[in-house]
């Protein structure tokens, strides 16, 4: 598995264990005080590596190991080459050694500007872009051009939206009426079709039976092959997809499996295709370039370089799963040491490990809130917030996306007005917000966030499930990449499956707060405890992020995931696409708003071999579905090259460049 070795380098394992082969014998003989011509006299096997300038002693050793190689028979010159830098020399040689003597000598010809960064061509361009991004969303020293980063939704596709959501909900009805008429239809059900009891209506009220009935049978089912896509392989820069098909219309899809399923016509088609691929038991899927999946780092992609010695090695000592909540006995040493990482990482006081990210919203909002208490929530907030605010019992206040003018008047009329009816002080009022908005790709509005809730005396719980470990310069996410102390934020929430590799989600706080988490919040009290082999992928990901496994990877992979992301989204931009979201954010979403074109656009870049996150009603607003596309820093420019050509294919053919023309896009 391949790792990032640079901006643009990627570089086997194996390639990598010599080379630190090799570092550790230089180093070794350089302690001695060898020389190595004497070394190669002796046994015309030591390891050297020249580097830099190359020094007259270093020519002269090196004809020397040039000579010892032509008297050995298992040792082959393959080149020798020189590189002029400047007024220094350097001396570039490769030599091939048989596997039962040492590799002699190894040296990497000095790369190129375009070689070391694949964005050589657009560098300042992107930075540019991302600058003014940043100088306007994140330090607002800068104003907004609104033509840039706001579109206003055509009239046309509007209107055309509307109209088709009404045809489609008309005829579904008409189509359910004419079924149970004549008691025929791909959903009518009879107990004694299906052998069970409950399937007879005249005994027992329908379990299912409301307008998302309605919306599943005849809205989604039609286009449902768009999504739950089942996979074969890691979830890294290409992915592997099972093909299915369905023999009902789209009611049910089931997988492929062999080609022998097939008649021999159809199964050359799929033999003969561009993406064809098989995996185990000749089961038939298609290779995509993944635009889909949280893989911000990559770590999906070198995860046998990165983690797996780690991850690997901790189910030497300790089991899969605790088979307990941490209340009870599911805490083991690896659960604290992804607790202090992650504090230290986030500049809290302690930290909370819990097993789904989900669930680190939807239980510990309602162990800090409860009746008599406040929550103002932003109102593009995930739907786990919004679970946990509703399920805590407290009073719930809306404020439009990012307009901290809008909060600071939510904030005012509640200290002014107090509590319904009693016209009591609230008990605590509480603002959540989220880092990166994730069917926005848009930044929070920290800074001014802060300031307000400072001044009203409000706590502030942020959600950074999408920038950590993804944003910010050594990945601290939207405080870093804002300027945010972290001490002016109260509760700290995020997530380990989109920038390290794993599951669950975590709380940093204060220690007065992750102690009382402990004892009150469901998901540390009843939940089964987070399994220790993801315990230590998270403690191996973190580490190599922050550099402690004495390498430079994680900041390559937070270099590359940013220039991945602004290359990507400055070149949907330039197509003409309504291109939603910031600079420096690696979730680029653009517009499709017809229905007709959400399933469409899934369908034709899958045919192209892209495997891409389309999202609708009722994930988005009715008029807002859009595809969303996942960066991630194992993404290559080549790759992200080949994706833009296609996209650009898929645009036109569906006409959604709405920033070039309105009308029809």
């Known amino acids: 598995m391949p790792f990032f070795n640079g901006a643009s380098t990627i570089v086997d394992e194996p390639s990598m264990d010599k080379l630190k082969a090799d570092n550790d014998l230089a180093n070794m003989n350089k302690k001695k005080g060898t020389s190595m011509d004497s070394d190669m006299d002796n046994t015309c096997g030591s390891t050297a590596i020249l580097s830099g300038g190359s020094t007259e002693a270093d020519h002269e050793n090196l004809s020397q190991t040039e000579e010892c190689s032509e008297t050995s028979s298992d040792v082959d010159v393959d080149e020798s080459s020189q590189t002029e830098t400047g007024s220094a020399t350097s001396t570039t040689t490769t030599i091939a050694v048989s596997a039962s003597v040492p590799k002699t000598l190894t040296k990497t010809k000095p790369k190129s500007k375009a070689e070391s960064d694949p964005y050589a061509d657009v560098r300042d361009r992107i930075e540019a872009l991302s600058l003014h991004s940043r100088m306007v969303h994140a330090h607002h020293t800068q104003e907004e051009d609104n033509n840039a980063t706001h579109q206003s939704v055509p009239f046309f596709a509007a209107w055309t939206t509307y109209l088709s959501y009404a045809i489609l909900i008309f005829v579904g009805h008409v189509r359910d009426f004419c079924a149970k008429l004549c008691g025929q239809g791909r959903y009518v059900v009879r107990s004694e079709d299906t052998g069970c009891p409950a399937d007879d209506f005249t005994?027992?009220?329908?379990?299912?039976?409301?307008?998302?009935?309605?919306?599943?049978?005849?809205?989604?089912?039609?286009?449902?092959?768009?999504?739950?896509?089942?996979?074969?392989?890691?979830?890294?820069?290409?992915?592997?997809?099972?093909?299915?098909?369905?023999?009902?219309?789209?009611?049910?899809?089931?997988?492929?499996?062999?080609?022998?399923?097939?008649?021999?016509?159809?199964?050359?088609?799929?033999?003969?295709?561009?993406?064809?691929?098989?995996?185990?038991?000749?089961?038939?899927?298609?290779?995509?370039?993944?635009?889909?999946?949280?893989?911000?780092?990559?770590?999906?992609?070198?995860?046998?370089?990165?983690?797996?010695?780690?991850?690997?090695?901790?189910?030497?000592?300790?089991?899969?799963?605790?088979?307990?909540?941490?209340?009870?006995?599911?805490?083991?040493?690896?659960?604290?040491?992804?607790?202090?990482?992650?504090?230290?990482?986030?500049?809290?006081?302690d930290a909370m490990a819990v097993n789904m990210g989900f669930n680190t919203n939807a239980t510990t909002i309602p162990a800090l809130m409860g009746r008599g208490d406040l929550i103002i929530s932003d109102e593009l907030n995930h739907t786990s917030i919004v679970n946990g605010a509703r399920t805590s019992g407290s009073a719930i206040r809306c404020f439009r996306h990012n307009d901290t003018n809008h909060l600071e008047e939510i904030l005012k009329e509640a200290i002014v007005l107090g509590q319904p009816r009693t016209r009591r002080p609230w008990g605590k009022i509480m603002v959540i917000v989220e880092g990166i908005y994730s069917m926005e790709g848009e930044f929070c509005d920290l800074r001014n966030i802060v300031k307000v809730c400072k001044e009203y005396g409000a706590y502030i719980y942020l959600d950074e499930a999408h920038?950590?470990?993804?944003?910010?310069?050594?990945?601290?996410?939207?405080?870093?990449?804002?300027?945010?102390?972290?001490?002016?934020?109260?509760?700290?929430?995020?997530?380990?499956?989109?920038?390290?590799?794993?599951?669950?989600?975590?709380?940093?706080?204060?220690?007065?707060?992750?102690?009382?988490?402990?004892?009150?919040?469901?998901?540390?009290?009843?939940?089964?405890?987070?399994?220790?082999?993801?315990?230590?992928?998270?403690?191996?990901?973190?580490?190599?992020?922050?550099?402690?496994?004495?390498?430079?990877?994680?900041?390559?992979?937070?270099?590359?995931?940013?220039?991945?992301?602004?290359?990507?989204?400055?070149?949907?931009?330039?197509?003409?696409?309504?291109?939603?979201?910031?600079?420096?954010?690696?979730?680029?979403?653009?517009?499709?708003?017809?229905?007709?074109?959400?399933?469409?656009?899934?369908?034709?870049?899958?045919?192209?071999?892209?495997?891409?996150?389309?999202?609708?009603?009722?994930?988005?607003?009715?008029?807002?579905?859009?595809?969303?596309?996942?960066?991630?820093?194992?993404?290559t420019r080549e790759d992200l090259d080949v994706a833009l050509e296609k996209i650009e294919e898929v645009a036109d053919l569906l006409m959604i460049r709405y920033a070039k023309n309105t009308f029809f896009g």
Not at 252 to 267: C, F, H, I, P
Not at 512 to 525: E, G, P, Q, T, Y
Not at 603 to 630: D, H, N, Q, W
């Open 203 to 349: 005994k027992y009220a329908p379990l299912l039976k409301s307008f998302e009935v309605l919306f599943t049978r005849r809205i989604y089912h039609r286009i449902q092959d768009a999504w739950n896509r089942p996979i074969s392989s890691n979830p890294g820069a290409k992915v592997n997809i099972l093909e299915r098909i369905s023999q009902d219309g789209n009611k049910t899809m089931e997988v492929l499996g062999t080609l022998d399923a097939l008649s021999q016509e159809d199964a050359n088609i799929y033999a003969k295709g561009e993406y064809f691929a098989t995996v185990s038991g000749d089961r038939v899927t298609r290779r995509c370039l993944n635009l889909a999946s949280y893989n911000y780092l990559g770590f999906a992609d070198d995860w046998n370089v990165t983690c797996r010695e780690g991850v690997m090695g901790s189910l030497q000592s300790l089991p899969v799963s605790m088979g307990s909540s941490r209340m009870e006995c599911g805490t083991s040493k690896l659960h604290h040491d992804v607790e202090e990482i992650v504090a230290k990482f986030c500049g809290q006081d």
């Open 467 to 635: 920038s950590i470990g993804a944003t910010g310069p050594s990945g601290k996410g939207i405080l870093e990449y804002t300027g945010v102390d972290p001490k002016d934020v109260d509760i700290m929430m995020g997530t380990f499956t989109k920038s390290f590799g794993g599951m669950g989600g975590y709380i940093a706080s204060s220690k007065d707060v992750i102690n009382h988490l402990r004892r009150k919040c469901a998901a540390s009290s009843y939940h089964n405890s987070l399994s220790p082999v993801v315990c230590q992928q998270v403690i191996s990901s973190f580490k190599v992020i922050m550099g402690l496994d004495g390498t430079n990877i994680g900041k390559q992979k937070i270099t590359a995931l940013r220039d991945n992301s602004n290359y990507f989204r400055m070149r949907l931009c330039d197509m003409g696409l309504h291109v939603l979201g910031h600079y420096d954010s690696p979730i680029c979403p653009i517009m499709l708003y017809n229905p007709a074109k959400i399933s469409a656009f899934s369908r034709e870049c899958y045919k192209r071999g892209l495997a891409v996150c389309v999202v609708g009603f009722p994930a988005t607003p009715i008029l807002m579905s859009r595809a969303r596309f996942c960066i991630s820093a194992g993404h």
